[in-house]
């Protein structure tokens, strides 16, 4: 196998190649980026296992029945970079443009609410791909002075050995870094001294027999559904509280929410930004500190629908 008999070192060997599918159930013909990842996924395929049940006059341990492959709701660790960041949200958001995605209403495809990734992993454990992945979550995190990581929630119900690998793609240079953060809110720029910019899509996983089908494919679900509403999220920490986010706590009317925008400048002679807009957005969060150290607030900014229509859209360099 190719994993044998080589140091199982994870920063040498591992690594983790994306691309979107253009039909639900077909796996993308080859990686188009590689992610600056920190965590992997399982190097084997994981079951849902039952033990059969009946009396045969003992008391020893009976078989384990492979009832079918284990939904597997897992979250991976990356560095931020706008390229990679820039695909992962159309998937999550459905939408295969360029410069502003405005989230689909609809889904991708029966059993798919975003565009479906192929992911390939390269393991020391065992190369592995995976078809018809969804994104289910995307949590930046700025700290202080670092660079910007990213966890990606990933709903999996495919997965399949690799014995040959394709060519790899290239790892972005355009990592995102505190340096780069910025937030708005009614158009006035804020001061965060570190940040959270969060989008969750919840989904379930439907599953049901499929015993015409050949076994590989049996033991599979069939695929995903949304389960609730999408949530975008801006959560920062400023010294003090900015005047216009202590009025914005307290709005009472829908028609005196306003706008609030996190994303990302990164410099050059073409700046490439990506960012997230709430549209209206309503402040839900103000935790100020109270202790005898330096004054600081956390604030909570959520996208909000008073019309029905998604309450948020997302920027990507084009």
């Not at 965590?39 to 009976?62: G, H, I, N, V």
């Not at 689909?104 to 565009?115: E, L, M, R, S």
């Not at 969060?198 to 995903?224: C, E, F, H, I, N």
């Amino acid at each position: 196998m190719p994993w044998e008999n080589i140091d199982a070192n994870m920063g040498r060997y591992g690594a983790l190649w994306v691309a979107v599918q253009t039909a639900f159930g077909t796996p993308a013909a080859a990686p188009t980026h590689a992610l600056r990842v920190r965590t992997f996924l399982p190097p084997t395929k994981q079951y849902t296992r039952t033990a059969d049940e009946y009396a045969d006059k003992s008391m020893e341990s009976k078989f384990e029945r492979v009832q079918g492959l284990a939904l597997d709701t897992r979250s991976l660790t990356i560095e931020a970079t706008v390229r990679d960041l820039a695909l992962l949200y159309q998937a999550a958001l459905g939408d295969a443009v360029t410069g502003t995605l405005t989230p689909k209403t609809g889904d991708f495809a029966v059993y798919a609410p975003g565009v479906p990734l192929t992911i390939w992993q390269p393991h020391p454990g065992g190369h592995t791909i995976a078809k018809d992945v969804q994104i289910t979550s995307l949590e930046l995190t700025v700290a202080a002075r670092a660079n910007v990581t990213a966890q990606i929630g990933l709903g999996i119900t495919s997965v399949d050995d690799l014995a040959t690998l394709p060519a790899a793609p290239t790892i972005s240079q355009e990592v995102l870094q505190f340096r780069h953060f910025w937030v708005k809110y009614d158009g006035a720029v804020m001061k965060p001294e570190s940040g959270t910019v969060r989008l969750t899509v919840p989904m379930s996983a439907v599953d049901a027999a499929q015993g015409l089908l050949a076994d590989d494919r049996a033991l599979a679900p069939l695929g995903w559904e949304r389960s609730g509403p999408r949530v975008a999220r801006i959560e920062f920490a400023t010294a003090g509280t900015p005047a216009s986010l202590r009025a914005g706590y307290g709005v009472t009317d829908p028609a005196n929410l306003k706008t609030a925008e996190a994303g990302f400048t990164l410099p050059g002679a073409t700046p490439k930004v990506l960012s997230l807009k709430l549209n209206p957005a309503q402040v839900k969060g103000h935790d100020p500190s109270s202790g005898l150290d330096r004054f600081t607030v956390s604030h909570a900014i959520e996208g909000v629908s008073v019309d029905g229509l998604p309450p948020f859209s997302v920027t990507i360099p084009a």
